[in-house]
């Protein structure tokens, strides 16, 4: 979600708020005490006071009352001294984290003297305290009682001191899924597809991963949004990615006639795409997979899956029924909760309770929906790993939900009404960025131990090799915007990184799974170097990568942190060629979003993509006279990118595949709309001719691409002696 840039040389200046918080300094001291920000550094040296109207919604959000913008002195004192009170006596804060190897929390110090402590593990043990080094890994209830009286319960997570990291380094393909269509999709790319890409990949090519876009479940429409980053709900994925065949109830469906008409009208629904030049239609596409889905689903399972059914039933629980009731109200009231009849607003009423009852049908539908998505998921990354994948699937964690969707209406304790997550202005957003997403409320997730948290995570790591967080920034704090204001007019709230942390270390750790941060774009001070500490990779994107402390030129290979994930581009971006070749900036002129006249962005864009061409030409990974003018050749200029990219102590590697065929469109244009058909076009070749699967894996191009970190590996191989040759999945180092 965040704008893909690192820190610039000389930002350019925004709008200054209005000094009204320097006059409310017990308004300040409130905000301070609930972790919302008076003010924020945009750049180095330079500070923006937040409206007092922010700060005050903020609060509100947090169920704080702190009067209103115009005045309300009397409100804010008496919160505020509540606010101390509460601080200055309780025993411990809701949420205690310990790190392996480190001191006990600092909190259980300052306990007065004579404190009893109990312990309930995760693992359901009870035992008197003894210590952290006595307890297992786990998130466990703690007791004080202190010798006043006074009493207090905390969850006390236990974590590893850091998350998993790769074994050795390994080169992955990035895809949005629903781009990779082959000749037995239904219209968009599949789980099927997601496996034979993984097999191919790792076989073939020796890739480490495959990373692919968010597969959360989406928000049903006419039409849905497309994008992947607005789900309906996080925790559970979307059945549009199924694929229909390898369900095993499909084979024993009798009404095969019925089923040869759908298939004939997939076939059809995937010609479009892949022969006549259609956008990809989620809702075509939906509307015929749930269509087959209903005799699929009729089938009884065998007991063996009825028992595995039953198994993720159970794992799941309570939030499995929520999400599979959201849909199937939806289907009766629209996708908007907020306009359902009111008692069934809330997800724990009695009308809720008997609407679930008689919606059973409907309910277990979206129920066998999430369980066999869950397993075809498993499959992809089972795949992944016979093929020799040293990650397999990396997944990607949205940044939020749509606060329309399933998990806004299940989980309204845990988020700030009136509030939308989005970012503040900056030298390349002077009006800052609003996305529609609602955000956990920090006070409440710090109350249940970040319950909602830990689910997702452990939900998501059922299946994923390792795990892209979005704007991994939002640990520790989120740009909240008050309904009905402009970005500007927002502010910063702080979350406990912390607990946020451990808890991902944790989850992580039991997974054995690696987690990449998406830290593009302005990052607080201190939070690279947090991440870094408890192993999270970052992300290092080629053209962004320059000394922005120094001179400004672009970052030679040396330089370049070891602990990230290191691509030329991503699904925001242009592709390379369209970079080399200056089509990005006419397709941005021709949709009328260039700021400055056309030729003054043609010629910097000329000018930056010479300068990193000038530093591959020094380096000897581009022959300069061969290439001629910038994208004459693109393909050696591409290749040359990904040398250089190999020459980076980059613990990841990773490959834009439509990068591998020419691809010139970016599967996402911020800033557009309607005006660009974002998360809608299938992988295409430099003549935007759609590839299916089956030609893209057969490429020239592609394999020559993919055959510069083949012989990363020989090279190397060379220099440390006899070795056998190297298998599918052997790191580059």
């Known amino acids: 979600m965040a704008a893909a840039y690192d820190e610039p040389p000389e930002p350019e200046p925004g709008p200054e708020p209005g000094p009204e918080l320097d006059a409310q300094p017990e308004l300040a001291r409130l905000a301070e005490l609930y972790g919302v920000a008076t003010s924020y550094s945009p750049a180095p040296g330079r500070t ?14 947090l169920g704080v009352d702190a009067g209103t913008d115009a005045g309300g002195p009397d409100a804010v004192r008496a919160a505020l001294a509540a606010r101390e009170r509460e601080l200055r006596e309780r025993l411990l804060p809701p949420t205690l984290v310990h790190w392996t190897g480190a001191a006990p929390p600092a909190a259980l110090a300052a306990l007065p003297a004579g404190t009893r402590l109990t312990v309930e593990t995760e693992q359901g043990q009870q035992q008197a305290w003894g210590g952290v080094a006595e307890l297992p890994l786990g998130v466990h209830l703690l007791t004080a009682v202190a010798p006043d009286g006074r009493s207090a319960r905390a969850h006390l997570v236990v974590a590893p001191d850091r998350l998993p990291t790769p074994a050795g380094r390994s080169y992955g393909l990035l895809v949005q899924l629903y781009s990779l269509l082959s000749r037995r999709s239904w219209g968009m790319g599949d789980l099927g597809d997601l496996a034979e890409l993984a097999g191919w990949a790792g076989r073939t090519a020796g890739a480490g991963f495959v990373q692919v876009n968010p597969l959360h479940a989406a928000v049903p429409g006419a039409p849905t949004d497309p994008s992947p980053y607005r789900p309906s709900s996080r925790r559970f994925p979307d059945p549009v990615h199924l694929r229909i065949e390898d369900i095993p109830e499909y084979a024993y469906v009798e009404d095969r006639e019925r089923l040869s008409g759908l298939l004939e009208r997939a076939g ?12 990809i239609d989620r809702d075509a596409v939906w509307e015929l997979k749930r269509e ?4 699929v689903l ?23 029924a929520d999400h599979a009731t959201w849909y199937a109200l939806a289907e009766i009231h629209g996708c908007d909760w907020h306009t359902w009849p009111d008692a069934l607003r809330d997800p724990r009423s009695a009308a809720t309770a008997r609407a679930r009852t008689d919606l059973a049908d409907r309910v277990e539908f979206h129920t066998r929906l999430a369980w066999l998505t869950d397993g075809q998921l498993r499959t992809a990354q089972r795949a992944a790993r016979e093929a020799g994948m040293s990650v397999g ?31 503040p202005p900056d030298a390349f957003n002077a009006c800052g960025q609003d996305w529609g997403l609602p955000p956990w409320r920090p006070d409440r997730l710090a109350a249940s131990g970040h319950a909602p948290y830990r689910d997702l995570l452990r939900a998501l790591f059922r299946y994923a090799g390792a795990l892209r967080i979005d704007h991994v920034m939002g640990l520790f704090r989120l740009w909240w ?6 970005p500007t007019e927002g502010t910063y709230v702080r979350y406990d990184a912390d607990a946020m942390l451990a808890i991902l270390a944790l989850e992580a750790g039991r997974a054995g799974a690696v987690v990449i941060g998406e830290d593009l774009g302005t990052v607080e001070p201190g939070v690279r170097e947090t991440l870094q500490r408890r192993g999270v990779l970052g992300t290092s994107v080629l053209w962004f990568e320059r000394d922005w402390e120094g001179d400004g030129h672009p970052l030679p290979p040396e330089r370049w942190r070891p602990d990230c994930l290191a691509t030329a581009t991503t699904h925001d971006l242009p592709p390379t060629a369209a970079r080399l070749t200056g089509e990005h900036i006419g397709l941005r002129d021709r949709l009328g979003l260039l700021t400055r006249p056309a030729p003054q962005e043609h010629a910097e864009a000329a000018a ?22 910038p994208g004459t050749h693109e393909e050696e200029e591409i290749r040359a990118v990904h040398r250089f990219l190999l020459r980076t102590p980059a613990r990841l590697i990773g490959v834009w595949l439509p990068d591998g065929v020419g691809d010139r469109r970016p599967q996402n244009l911020p800033g557009t709309w309607d005006q660009y058909p974002n998360w809608r076009l299938p992988i295409a070749d430099r003549e935007n001719r759609p590839l299916p699967l089956e030609e893209l894996t057969a490429s020239p191009r592609l394999r020559d691409l993919l055959a510069v970190f083949a012989q990363a590996e020989g090279e190397r191989s060379a220099c440390t002696g006899p070795r056998a040759r190297a298998r599918p999945g052997d790191s580059l180092t």
């Open 48 to 61: 923006v006071t937040v409206p007092a109207s922010a700060v005050i919604a903020a609060l509100a959000a």
């Open 268 to 279: 059809r629904l995937r010609a479009a795409v892949l022969d006549k030049g259609a956008l």
């Open 292 to 295: 087959a889905l209903e005799p």
């Open 298 to 320: 009729a089938v009884p399972l065998a007991p063996g899956r009825q028992a595995a059914y039953d198994d993720f039933r159970a794992a799941h629980g309570q939030a499995l």
């Open 393 to 423: 699937i990396v997944h990607d964690l949205a940044v939020g939900v749509h606060p329309v969707g399933a998990d806004a209406w299940a989980q309204q304790d845990v988020f700030a009404a009136g509030m939308s997550v989005g970012a």
């Open 481 to 486: 915007v008050p309904r009905g204001s402009a």
């Open 608 to 629: 930056d993509t010479a300068e990193w061409l000038a530093l591959l030409g020094s380096l000897a990974l581009l022959d300069l006279g061969a290439a001629g003018p």
